[in-house]
C-alpha cells in the first residue's frame, strides 16, 4: 500500500471519528435539554449510538443516520427510554416512551 493512500485512510478515520464524536455531544445536549425541558430527570448523563446506517433523500442527498438512546426518569425510581434521531449533523427528531 502506497504511504499516500495510509495518510489518506488514517485522515478519512480521524476525520469521521471528530463527527462521530461531535454528533454524540450533541445527542446528549439535546437528551438533557428535553429533559429539562419535560421536567424530567436525565439518568446517567449520556447518549449512547443504537445505529449508523447509510441514508439518501431527495431533499439532502446521501448521509449517514444516527440513532442514538437514553435514559430518563419521571420520578427518580422507573427508568424511560428515549431516542435521537439524526441525519448528517442534524437531530431530525427526539422520541420519549409514551409517559
Not at 19 to 29: E, G, K, L, Y
Not at 64 to 73: A, E, G, P, V
Not at 81 to 94: E, P, R
Request: proline share 3%; aromatic share 10%; charged share 15%.
Amino acid at each position: 500500500m502506497a504511504p499516500l493512500t495510509l495518510l489518506l485512510i488514517i485522515a478519512l478515520l480521524v476525520w469521521f471519528w471528530q463527527i462521530s464524536q461531535h454528533c454524540r455531544d450533541m445527542a446528549i445536549q439535546i437528551a438533557r435539554q428535553t429533559c429539562k425541558n419535560q421536567g424530567l430527570q436525565f439518568l446517567d448523563g449520556t447518549a449512547t449510538l443504537k445505529s449508523i446506517r447509510p441514508y439518501f433523500t431527495a431533499g439532502s442527498g446521501p448521509g449517514l443516520k444516527r440513532t442514538y438512546t437514553f435514559d430518563y426518569s419521571e420520578d427518580g425510581v422507573g427508568r424511560h427510554s428515549g431516542c435521537i434521531i439524526m441525519h448528517n449533523t442534524q437531530v431530525s427528531s427526539v422520541v420519549l416512551d409514551s409517559l
